[in-house]
């Protein structure tokens, strides 16, 4: 267990519909990272936060954003989903923001858009 | 982003060691040197990570060449929990912290 809470495990939806996903970090983590896994694409970054702040952006979507709360807590919204979006969403979340810490990640969100 | 090169796949048999190569000619002074791995239907899990001199910890150890362009993860005893995609990372202080993972070493561990 990495201490990095990702919900729900599963979500289906629909073309054209909206998602949530949610990360819960680690105790005391302030870094929250998003990435997307689809099976041609591989680990792609999507973007960081850094106590609250959008630390940096990858390849991210124009119809994908995301935020970090107060309490640390990360959220990534989907909208006008796409059967291409479906993936697995991974969060990760380190101490601060060095290149010489580790990243623990969740478990993932898998998504499938019919 | 400095880019290494790894094997696509290797196999091993189980209780041997593994040696696992990656490539990284263009890394700068500053780079350092990730491992991950992501056991299937998982997320990625942190291996080892170094600079500079070689490193140990309770899952693997960390050969790094003297001119830094290579590196060598290394698996003392193979387990069939070890099969895994194994990625090589560089991470830089050059504008973002952020992993890039490249395609992996595919793992096979044969009993």
């Known amino acids: 267990d990495s201490g990095v809470t990702q919900t729900p495990k599963h979500l289906i939806t629909a073309t054209g519909q909206r998602v949530t996903l949610r990360c819960s970090p680690r105790?005391?983590?302030?870094?929250v990272y998003w990435y997307q896994q689809s099976l041609d694409q591989g680990l792609q970054f999507l973007i960081q936060?850094?106590?609250?702040?959008?630390?940096a952006k990858g390849n991210i979507l124009e119809r994908f954003s995301a935020q970090q709360f107060p309490d640390l807590h990360s959220e990534l919204n989907l909208s006008s989903l796409e059967l291409g979006d479906s993936a697995l969403y991974f969060c990760?979340?380190?101490?601060?923001?060095?290149?010489?810490?580790?990243?623990?990640f969740g478990s993932g969100t898998q998504l499938s858009v019919l | 982003d400095a880019k290494t090169t790894q094997p696509n796949s290797m196999e091993s048999n189980e209780e041997e060691p593994v040696h696992l190569p990656c490539n990284h000619s263009?890394?700068?002074?500053?780079?350092?040197i990730h491992w991950y791995r992501q056991l299937p239907s998982q997320g990625p899990e942190y291996v080892i990570h170094?600079?500079?001199s070689n490193v140990n910890n309770r899952m693997a150890s960390l050969a790094i060449a003297e001119d830094r362009k290579s590196s060598t993860l290394i698996l003392h005893r193979a387990t069939l929990r070890d099969a895994a995609v194994y990625y090589c990372?560089?991470?830089?202080?050059?504008?973002?912290?952020?992993?890039?993972f490249g395609k992996g070493t595919k793992l096979t561990v044969n009993p």
């Open positions: 170094g600079l500079t």
């Open positions: 990372i560089l991470r830089d202080w050059g504008g973002s912290e952020k992993l890039v």
């Open positions: 263009t890394i700068s002074g500053t780079d350092y």
């Open positions: 990760a979340s380190s101490v601060e923001n060095s290149v010489n810490e580790k990243l623990f």
């Open positions: 936060y850094y106590n609250g702040e959008e630390r």
């Open positions: 105790s005391g983590d302030l870094s």
